[in-house]
C-alpha cells in the first residue's frame, strides 16, 4: 500500500504530460486511468498527493485538474466516506486540498516600486487557470454533496457533518476568490471566469442554505451545514492587505472589501465599524480617482446603515466629514457629485436638533457645505463640473430649510447665472438648478417676496429662449424645463399673494409662442 501511495503522484504526473506532449488530444483524461486510480487508490491518498501536485509550480496543471474532475465525478460516496478514517481526519484532508486549490488563483501582489503600474502578463496565469479552478472546487463539494446510494443512507448524518466542517473552513476564502473575479473588466479576469466565480459562489450559498449574499455575509442563524455570516471571516482574511504600507499592493483586495461592505446592512456594520473605517479612509486619502471613488461609495453605506449614536462615539463622524470635505475642492465631476449626498449624510449626524426654541441657529456643517458649493459654482466654466454642482444642491436646500435664507443672496446669483447658460442638448445643469429653484422659494419662502421680480424675469427670459430655441435640443427637454419654470413660478406668484400673475397676464399673448403662452396661463388659472 505505501508503495502504491509513493507511485500515485508519479502517475498523476505522468498523466499530466502525457497529455501535455499530444497523446490525448481531446485534452480529458484516460478513462482507464481514472478507473484505476479509484480501484487502487483511497481517498486519502488521492487528496494527499492531489495537494501536492497542485502546489507544484509545474505547466500543463489544468489536466491535473480536469483529472480530479473526473476522478470524483466517478468516485462513490463510500469510497469519499470511508468508514475506517474518523471525520477529523478526512475534512482536514479536504480542506488541505481545496486550500491548496485556491492558492493556484491568488491574486499577485503588484511589482516592487510598481504598484501603480498594471502588467497583464502578471495575471495570465491566473486568469487562465480560474475556471478549471473553479470547476475543480465544485466538483469536489457536489461529490460530497450527493446523496443517491440506498446504502449509505444511515452515512447521511457522517456526511453533513463533514460538509459542515469542511464548508465552515473553506467558505470565506472561497468566497473572497470567487469576488476578486467578478468584475470580468479586470486584469486577471474576463467573461469566463466571472461567471465560473459566480456559479461557484451561488454553488457555495445553496450548499449553506444562504438565500442571498446579504444573509452568507451577516447571517446570525446557521441551516444543516452550522454555517454563519462570513463577513467577519473574510475580514480576517483582508486585513494584512488593508494597512497602510499594504493596501495599495493587491489589486483585488479592495474589489472584494468594496463588494463586501456594501451588501452588509444594519444593524450588522456597526459590529465592525472599526475595523472597515481605517481601510476606507485610507482609499478616500489616495490620489488615484478610482479608489477615492471607492471610498465614497463605502462610507456612503456606513452612514446610512450605521447607528447615530455609534457614528458619534470617538468623534469618528467629524473625521469621516473632515476627510470628505477635501473632495470638495477637486476638479473631478464624479467624485464632487458622489461625494455631496455623502457629506449630507455626514452633517445630519453632526448636526443635533435644536433643543431651544426662539433662539437662532447658529452656523453648522450643512451651513459651510452649501457656503463652499455656492463658492465653486460661480464663474465655473467647465460644463461636466457644473453639471456636477448642480445635480444635488436642492437636496441641501430641502435639508436646510429656512436657514438656506442666510446664503440667499448668493444662491440667487449662481441661479441667474446658471440659467443663462446652456450645456448641452440634455440640459443638465438648468434642470437641476430650476429643482434647487422651487426648493428655494418652497423654503425660503418669507424672503420671495423682496426677490420676486428679478427672479421671475430670469424664469420668464428661460421659457422664452426655449420656445423659440432652434438648436438640437430635443422636444421633451425643452417641454419638460419650461414645466419646471412654470411650477418655480406657481410658487413664487402664490408667496407675492398674485401680484405676479397681474404683471404677465398679458405677456403670453404678446409673445405669441405656445410654450410660454401654456405656462402664463397655468400661473393664472393656479390663482382663480
Not at 479509484?38 to 485538474?65: F, G, M, P
Request: aromatic fraction near 6%; charge should be negative.
Amino acid at each position: 500500500m505505501a508503495d502504491q501511495a509513493a507511485n500515485l503522484p508519479s502517475l498523476l504526473d505522468q498523466l499530466r504530460l502525457s497529455t501535455a506532449s499530444g497523446d490525448n488530444s481531446s485534452g480529458e483524461s484516460d478513462p482507464d486511468h481514472v478507473a484505476f486510480v479509484l480501484k487502487t487508490y483511497t481517498i486519502t491518498q488521492v487528496l494527499s498527493a492531489l495537494c501536492s501536485e497542485v502546489s507544484k509550480d509545474v505547466a500543463n496543471k489544468r489536466v491535473l485538474l480536469d483529472t480530479s474532475v473526473q476522478i470524483f465525478q466517478r468516485s462513490s460516496t463510500y469510497w469519499l466516506l470511508p468508514d475506517d478514517i474518523d471525520s477529523e481526519t478526512l475534512s482536514e484532508l479536504y480542506i488541505s486540498y481545496l486550500t491548496s486549490l485556491l492558492s493556484v488563483i491568488q491574486i499577485p501582489d503588484q511589482r516592487p516600486d510598481e504598484v501603480e503600474m498594471v502588467y497583464e502578463e502578471d495575471f495570465a496565469n491566473v486568469k487562465e487557470m480560474a475556471p478549471n479552478v473553479f470547476e475543480a472546487f465544485c466538483g469536489v463539494v457536489k461529490a460530497l454533496d450527493r446523496d443517491k446510494e440506498p446504502e449509505m443512507e444511515e452515512n447521511t448524518q457522517r456526511r453533513r457533518e463533514l460538509m459542515g466542517k469542511v464548508l465552515k473552513r473553506v467558505a470565506p476564502s472561497v468566497a473572497s476568490s470567487c469576488i476578486a473575479f467578478f468584475g470580468a473588466q479586470q486584469p486577471w479576469s474576463n467573461e469566463r471566469c466571472a461567471a465560473c466565480a459566480q456559479d461557484t459562489l451561488s454553488l457555495l450559498m445553496q450548499l449553506c442554505e444562504f438565500e442571498n449574499e446579504s444573509e452568507m455575509l451577516c447571517s446570525t442563524t446557521g441551516g444543516d451545514c452550522s454555517q454563519i455570516g462570513i463577513f467577519g471571516s473574510i475580514l480576517s482574511l483582508l486585513k494584512p492587505y488593508l494597512g497602510r504600507d499594504t493596501w495599495k499592493k493587491n489589486l483585488s483586495t479592495r474589489q472584494v472589501f468594496h463588494w463586501c461592505i456594501v451588501r452588509v446592512a444594519r444593524p450588522y456594520l456597526s459590529d465592525y465599524v472599526d475595523i472597515v473605517l481605517p481601510p476606507i479612509l485610507l482609499f478616500l486619502d489616495d490620489y488615484q480617482l478610482e479608489n477615492r471613488l471607492l471610498g465614497v461609495d463605502c462610507l456612503q453605506h456606513v452612514m446610512r446603515n450605521v447607528p447615530v449614536a455609534e457614528l458619534r462615539w470617538y468623534n469618528r463622524v467629524a473625521v469621516i466629514h473632515d476627510a470628505l470635505q477635501t473632495t470638495l475642492y477637486s476638479q473631478e465631476p464624479r467624485l464632487v457629485e458622489k461625494a455631496v449626498p455623502c457629506l449630507l449624510d455626514v452633517c445630519t449626524v453632526l448636526e443635533k436638533v435644536p433643543t431651544k426654541e426662539g433662539f437662532p441657529h447658529k452656523t453648522r456643517q450643512s451651513d459651510a457645505l452649501l457656503r463652499l458649493i455656492l463658492t465653486n459654482m460661480q464663474h465655473e466654466s467647465k460644463v461636466a463640473m457644473r453639471r456636477a454642482y448642480c445635480s444635488h444642491l436642492h437636496l441641501i436646500i430641502q435639508y436646510m430649510g429656512i436657514r438656506s435664507v442666510r446664503h440667499l443672496s448668493r444662491l440667487l446669483r449662481v441661479i441667474y447665472e446658471y440659467l443663462e447658460v446652456y450645456d448641452g442638448s440634455q440640459e443638465s445643469a438648468r434642470k437641476d438648478i430650476l429643482k434647487a429653484t422651487k426648493a428655494m422659494v418652497i423654503h425660503a419662502w418669507p424672503r420671495m417676496a423682496s426677490h420676486a421680480q428679478s427672479l421671475a424675469k430670469a424664469l420668464l427670459k428661460l421659457v422664452i429662449d426655449m420656445s423659440m430655441d432652434g438648436s438640437t435640443t430635443p422636444e421633451n427637454v425643452r417641454e419638460e424645463i419650461c414645466a419646471l419654470a412654470t411650477e418655480c413660478l406657481v410658487l413664487l406668484n402664490r408667496c407675492c399673494e398674485g401680484k405676479l400673475a397681474e404683471d404677465i397676464q398679458d405677456l403670453g399673448e404678446e409673445i405669441g409662442e405656445s410654450l410660454v403662452k401654456k405656462c402664463v396661463n397655468t400661473v393664472l388659472e393656479d390663482m382663480s
